[in-house]
């Protein structure tokens, strides 16, 4: 637990359902990831409660006995929080929140969590603002109290203009960062235009060593940490390629699963960096055991925010530590074109630079130019 950004301690329980045919060891891996998505939020995690079923109760997502035994998992454990690693409906936070007698969170919560404490730039925060205004506007329609004014669930009723009355400034403010957050992704678009050097960017799962990268590769003081979301705000860097070639090198948010749809959305400014580079450098933990689950979901982000169609290469990092080199193996198979390389030891990095040239005097058209390496 990291206690310099923590003041007072939370104490969960995580929860998770395990629906249908899902992976059981994903399932685990999923759970530990939130028990470390808590920590960096600054929740301790003291319990944890899971169920198998076919499919999720719409009321409560857990049967009626798993919630009687979260229940007591929290009172036995004196926790606070019970913290859910599936996504819950409006309704499903409502009534575990009664049924527990805890403050019920989820996965995308706390994501929202952290990401409100790390933001430092003007975009960033205004990304996350709109994020959060996002989550509490899916969330209130379905509270006791629009049930009660609207007769019932799913009906219109006196109540609905009352709450449209209500939630009225916070829809504004929707609007205006909106507006906000458009101006800055134009201005981006024009800088785009008139840069000198192709952009790379490094994208991919969270605490893959994308920020070590962008400082081993370019000599920059990027923040680097063991946890994850470290990084929210971009930073970009003059990468020297050799015989006079030039790059720009771009850092920016990790990927993780189960993203919420609102924050892909509310990021788009900074998830720009993405869709529009010349070139994708897509990292990932080597020593992690679910190296290709990771590799996968950053393949689906990709495609969420329209970035499929760049051309990638894919980085197996930390291939100095211990139980990297079976992975590597086990993915050379399926990605005969991934790179290993130890951002930490530098292992590989020249290999690296090496295939992003290849790979921008293929695709980068500011590269085919004659004049391309003569202007540097
Ligand atoms: N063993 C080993 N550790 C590494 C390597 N590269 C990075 N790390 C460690 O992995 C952790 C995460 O590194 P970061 O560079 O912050 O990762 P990131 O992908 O930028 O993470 P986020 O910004 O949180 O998404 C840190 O503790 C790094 O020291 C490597 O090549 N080998
Ligand atoms: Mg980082």
Same mark, same amino acid.
């Given at each position: 637990?990291? *206690?310099?950004? &923590?003041?007072?301690?939370?104490?969960?329980?995580?929860?998770?359902?395990?629906?249908?045919?899902?992976?059981?060891?994903?399932?685990?891996?999923?759970?530990?990831?939130?028990?470390?998505?808590?920590?960096?939020?600054?929740?301790?995690?003291?319990?944890?409660?899971?169920?198998?079923?076919?499919?999720?109760?719409?009321?409560?997502?857990?049967? !009626?006995?798993?919630?009687? !035994?979260?229940?007591?998992?929290?009172?036995?454990?004196?926790?606070?929080?019970?913290?859910?690693?599936?996504?819950?409906?409006?309704?499903?936070?409502?009534?575990?929140?009664?049924?527990?007698?805890?403050?019920?969170?989820?996965?995308?919560?706390?994501? *929202?969590?952290?990401?409100?404490?790390?933001?430092?730039?003007?975009?960033?925060?205004?990304?996350?603002?709109?994020?959060?205004?996002?989550?509490?506007?899916?969330?209130?329609?379905?509270?006791?109290?629009?049930?009660?004014?609207?007769?019932?669930?799913?009906?219109?009723?006196?109540?609905?203009?009352? /709450?449209?009355?209500?939630?009225?400034?916070?829809?504004?403010?929707?609007?205006?960062?909106?507006?906000?957050?458009?101006?800055?992704?134009?201005?981006?678009?024009?800088?785009?235009?008139?840069?000198?050097?192709?952009?790379?960017?490094?994208?991919?799962?969270?605490?893959?060593?994308?920020? &070590? *990268? /962008?400082?081993?590769?370019?000599?920059?003081?990027?923040?680097?940490?063991?946890?994850?979301?470290?990084?929210?705000?971009?930073?970009?860097? @003059? *990468?020297?390629?050799?015989?006079?070639?030039?790059?720009? @090198?771009?850092?920016?948010?990790?990927?993780?699963?189960?993203?919420?749809?609102?924050?892909?959305?509310?990021?788009?400014?900074?998830?720009?960096?993405?869709?529009?580079?010349?070139?994708? /450098?897509?990292?990932?933990?080597?020593?992690?055991?679910?190296?290709?689950?990771?590799?996968?979901?950053?393949?689906?982000?990709?495609?969420?925010?329209?970035?499929?169609?760049?051309?990638?290469?894919?980085?197996?990092?930390?291939?100095?530590?211990?139980?990297?080199?079976?992975?590597?193996?086990?993915?050379?198979?399926?990605?005969?074109?991934?790179?290993?390389?130890?951002?930490?030891?530098?292992?590989?990095?020249?290999? /690296?630079?090496?295939?992003?040239?290849?790979?921008?005097?293929?695709?980068?058209?500011?590269?085919?130019?004659?004049?391309?390496?003569?202007?540097?």
């Amino acid at each position: 637990m990291n *206690l310099h950004e &923590t003041t007072t301690v939370e104490r969960a329980v995580l929860a998770q359902l395990i629906e249908g045919r899902r992976d059981p060891e994903e399932a685990a891996d999923s759970l530990a990831e939130l028990a470390r998505l808590a920590d960096t939020a600054g929740i301790l995690a003291v319990g944890q409660v899971t169920q198998r079923r076919p499919r999720a109760d719409g009321g409560t997502l857990f049967g !009626e006995g798993k919630v009687a !035994e979260a229940r007591e998992a929290l009172r036995a454990a004196a926790a606070n929080i019970a913290l859910f690693d599936n996504e819950l409906t409006a309704i499903q936070a409502h009534n575990l929140g009664r049924a527990l007698g805890a403050r019920v969170m989820d996965r995308t919560e706390v994501i *929202l969590q952290i990401f409100a404490r790390r933001a430092r730039s003007a975009e960033a925060q205004a990304q996350v603002e709109l994020a959060q205004l996002r989550f509490l506007l899916s969330r209130i329609p379905e509270t006791e109290e629009q049930q009660r004014f609207k007769g019932g669930i799913g009906m219109k009723g006196p109540g609905e203009s009352r /709450l449209q009355l209500r939630n009225a400034p916070m829809r504004r403010r929707v609007t205006e960062l909106k507006k906000r957050l458009a101006a800055i992704r134009a201005q981006a678009a024009r800088m785009r235009q008139k840069r000198q050097w192709p952009v790379v960017s490094l994208v991919g799962y969270t605490n893959a060593g994308k920020s &070590t *990268l /962008l400082n081993a590769l370019s000599g920059a003081d990027a923040y680097v940490d063991d946890r994850l979301f470290a990084t929210l705000d971009t930073k970009t860097r @003059l *990468l020297w390629l050799g015989s006079g070639r030039k790059a720009l @090198l771009t850092d920016t948010v990790g990927f993780i699963r189960n993203l919420p749809h609102g924050l892909v959305a509310s990021f788009r400014s900074t998830l720009d960096i993405a869709v529009k580079t010349d070139l994708l /450098l897509v990292v990932v933990d080597a020593s992690h055991p679910h190296v290709r689950d990771h590799l996968e979901v950053c393949r689906r982000t990709l495609a969420e925010i329209g970035a499929d169609a760049v051309p990638s290469l894919v980085i197996l990092n930390k291939c100095d530590a211990g139980d990297a080199r079976e992975s590597v193996a086990h993915i050379a198979g399926p990605e005969p074109q991934a790179i290993p390389v130890s951002a930490r030891t530098g292992y590989g990095l020249e290999t /690296l630079k090496t295939a992003i040239v290849e790979e921008l005097k293929r695709c980068c058209t500011l590269w085919q130019l004659p004049s391309a390496t003569s202007a540097i």
